[in-house]
């Protein structure tokens, strides 16, 4: 570990103008061979054209451990307009702040954006008045206005070597989480990332550094200010992958999953009889989730879709708030009630989520269906005309997530090894996590008969 001299030649305006350590290439992981061609390609021509360019954030941070890293982004003090002229097959996107996306081969994307000294997240401040040209900066700056010290590292393909402003390899190494600068004020300008740093903690078994933790711990409830949309996806994130009990554990205690899901107040205040309680509960349906998630991963199936993922983190709720899955309700007692989960989901998830109509349909179609399968079980042979509905499939494989996380009967394995693989996607687009036709929905209000409205 050696700190070097200051490698950036444009000057710094604010208190950030600090030295990096700089790592050589034989004191870290890294290497060229690792990086994504099309993003080395970019790189060397940033470079070439006279401009610095280097990889940033998630990139360096997943090569560092040794984990595959889902996409590449690049910095450089090249502006939008420059950057736009030296890939012909490019767009400048985003409104205050422009960046550069660059089209590569199968529908690949990567990003590019220039070195600035403010998030796009920190603009509800008093910034939010300036100019997005006076939010240009430099590479202290560009590492101080990122989330988490892991996350603010750059990598310069030149001489192979990690620029470290805000000792990001030394938490790297220590397994730590921090929030950069102070915690409460970045948490206040922009409340998701409490999330963020839940979501590294999580996925790569890190702790969060003291100072940050309490600053989540006092601040969950800002969450509640934010896009709905944006967590929305944050929280989906999450839900994907693959480490959904670690990140629920350090959700709940923190705050912040109450503070996403009011409705368990009073679900983590009780016990059912004959069920786990409702937290060790939906951490065994969140264990049942990543290994469904892991096994998309490592065989190449079809993830289940969004509605599946939200509506297994309602089954202790659901549970503990109407007994759906252990009083046998039938015919239009189970109506009755499916429309009472629907009131609840609508009032206390829907809109602070940002839930679309049909996708909170199929939430409660789903745990409906699954308290109709719990019905059916008989020796795990269900009736021909069970089998035959359309939404079989994903009831199945909650009602397999169920009776493992409820009462220790394996039955998920054989579920997974009869998964569809998925379909070759564009790098670009999200996945397609789909195991349910879209535009096919399991639920139609309108169809008459099936059960409670659901397709036949
Ligand atoms: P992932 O593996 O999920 O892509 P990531 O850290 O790369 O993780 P991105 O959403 O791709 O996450 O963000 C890229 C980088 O942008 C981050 O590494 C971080 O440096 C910065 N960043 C993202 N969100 C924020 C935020 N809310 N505030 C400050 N910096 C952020
Ligand atoms: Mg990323």
Same mark, same amino acid.
């Given at each position: 570990m050696a700190p070097v001299a200051d490698k950036t030649s444009a000057q710094s305006t604010g208190p950030q103008a600090l030295t990096p350590r700089i790592f050589l290439a034989e004191e870290h992981p890294i290497r060229l061979k690792m990086i994504d061609s099309d993003a080395l390609h970019i790189l060397k021509k940033l470079n070439s054209s006279g401009f610095s360019g280097y990889l940033v954030g998630g990139g360096v941070r997943d090569l560092y451990l040794g984990n595959p890293p889902k996409d590449f982004d690049i910095s450089t003090d090249a502006r939008p307009g420059q950057i736009r002229k030296l890939f012909p097959h490019s767009a400048i996107?985003?409104?205050?702040?422009?960046?550069?996306?660059?089209?590569?081969?199968?529908?690949?994307?990567?990003?590019? /954006?220039? *070195? %600035?000294?403010?998030?796009?997240? #920190?603009l509800d401040?008093?910034? $939010? =008045?300036?100019?997005?040209?006076?939010?240009?900066?430099?590479?202290?700056?560009?590492?101080?206005?990122?989330?988490?010290?892991?996350?603010?590292?750059?990598?310069?393909?030149?001489?192979?070597?990690?620029?470290?402003?805000?000792?990001?390899?030394?938490?790297?190494?220590?397994?730590?989480?921090?929030?950069?600068?102070?915690?409460?004020?970045?948490?206040?300008?922009?409340?998701?990332?409490?999330?963020?740093?839940?979501?590294?903690?999580?996925?790569?078994?890190?702790?969060?550094?003291?100072?940050?933790?309490?600053?989540?711990?006092?601040?969950?409830?800002?969450?509640?200010?934010?896009?709905? /949309?944006? *967590? %929305?996806?944050?929280?989906?994130? #999450?839900?994907?992958?693959?480490? $959904? =009990?670690?990140?629920?554990?350090?959700?709940?205690?923190?705050?912040?999953?109450?503070?996403?899901?009011?409705?368990?107040?009073?679900?983590?205040?009780?016990?059912?009889?004959?069920?786990?309680?409702?937290?060790?509960?939906?951490?065994?349906?969140?264990?049942?989730?990543?290994?469904?998630?892991?096994?998309?991963?490592?065989?190449?199936?079809?993830?289940?879709?969004?509605?599946f993922l939200l509506a297994l983190l309602l089954i202790p709720w659901a549970e503990s708030r109407y007994g759906i899955f252990s009083q046998n309700l039938k015919g239009s007692a189970l109506f009755q009630i499916a429309k009472k989960i629907r009131n609840d989901i609508d009032r206390d998830l829907g809109i602070q989520l940002n839930l679309r109509r049909s996708l909170r349909q199929e939430m409660i179609a789903l745990l409906t269906n699954l308290s109709v399968l719990i019905q059916h079980r008989q020796n795990d042979s269900w009736p021909k005309w069970l089998q035959n509905k359309s939404y079989f499939a994903m009831a199945?494989?909650?009602?397999s997530c169920y009776m493992e996380a409820t009462f220790d009967t394996p039955s998920l394995d054989r579920q997974l090894s009869s998964l569809p693989v998925a379909p070759e996607e564009p790098q670009s687009l999200p996945p397609e996590r789909t195991l349910h036709k879209r535009g096919k929905p399991a639920f139609s209000p309108k169809t008459k008969g099936g059960i409670f409205g659901l397709r036949k």
């Open positions: 996107i985003g409104k205050r702040f422009r960046l550069v996306q660059v089209f590569c081969h199968r529908g690949k994307v990567i990003e590019i /954006s220039t *070195l %600035r000294s403010l998030s796009e997240h #920190d401040g008093p910034e $939010a =008045v300036l100019a997005p040209n006076n939010t240009f900066g430099t590479l202290a700056d560009d590492a101080q206005r990122r989330d988490l010290t892991i996350n603010g590292l750059f990598f310069d393909i030149r001489d192979q070597t990690i620029i470290d402003y805000v000792d990001g390899v030394r938490d790297l190494n220590d397994a730590l989480i921090r929030i950069i600068g102070d915690p409460d004020r970045r948490i206040h300008r922009d409340p998701v990332r409490m999330m963020r740093a839940i979501r590294h903690s999580a996925r790569n078994n890190f702790r969060i550094e003291e100072k940050s933790w309490q600053a989540i711990c006092d601040n969950h409830q800002m969450l509640a200010l934010c896009p709905p /949309s944006r *967590l %929305r996806d944050e929280l989906l994130k #999450d839900l994907y992958s693959g480490s $959904a =009990v670690a990140w629920l554990e350090t959700a709940i205690a923190s705050g912040i999953f109450l503070t996403l899901f009011p409705l368990y107040k009073k679900p983590f205040a009780s016990q059912q009889e004959g069920y786990p309680p409702a937290q060790t509960h939906l951490l065994r349906l969140a264990a049942a989730l990543d290994r469904i998630n892991l096994h998309a991963r490592q065989r190449k199936t079809a993830q289940p879709p969004d509605f199945s494989l909650l009602y």
